[in-house]
């Protein structure tokens, strides 16, 4: 595989991602659920809980790398009617399945643009939180990404995101490792009937920088009142931060 090669090109990257999800862009919730043991599911709704949304009139929101609609359908469902909330993907295949699902659940409201987080198509200080769920590590220039971030968060705006971590736990992380090795691209070939992808996905959560590091990058950006906690001994993490 090239995917865990240093000498791939950031440029290239971005491909190599692109084919990842629109190979599985169909299949991808179910393997969510398959992966994760459904635990996706109460890391997103902790996630999600943290945008306080509900009830703030005209509240504005950005969920980048938002896929099929995960982190936004939790969102919308407990902010106020005239919320303006923005699924943003790079992937027309992830997005198209997002909007299938908007429709189905009647999540009339939910904008969905193509576009890439290192250039987001929105003016300065318009948002008043900025999410991104298992999408960052995805990102060839995360700098660039977090950059963007605040540019379009308002002052006082709050940064979010959620992203498989370091399992801190002694005993958890030898399990997960042979978890993250083994299972996860078997399930993997036979659910989507490729294993590829998922050796992928285990390389980016190994080579994601440790919490620490991620904090100094998110204050390097320019966000204050920075933190993050770790859910399920370390296998995920928020962080936040806060445009001042
Ligand atoms: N947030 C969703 C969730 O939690 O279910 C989807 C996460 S999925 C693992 C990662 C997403 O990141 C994919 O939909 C992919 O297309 C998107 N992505 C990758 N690179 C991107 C970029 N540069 N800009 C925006 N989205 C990107």
Redesign the pocket.
Known sequence: THFGNSEVQLSEK?GL??DV?HKVARR?DIM?DLMSGGL?RLW?DTFAGKVNARGRRGFRHL??????G??AFRIASGAAPDAEIVV????GD?LEVGRDRARARGFSGVEFVQ????SLPFPDAHFDAYT????IR???RIDL?LAEAYRVLKPGGRFLC?EFSQVTVPGLDRIYEAYSFNVIPTIGKFVAGDAEPYRYLVESIRKFPAAEEFESMIRKAGFRRTGFERLTGGVVAIHSGWKS
Do not use: R
């Not at 576009?115 to 290192?118: G, I, K, V, Y």
């Open positions: 971005q991602v692109d999800f991808y969510n996706h997103k969920d980048v790398a938002g896929g099929t995960d982190i943003l993907d790079i992937n992830m576009a890439n987080a290192e991104i769920a298992f999408g995805n990102v060839p990404a959620l």
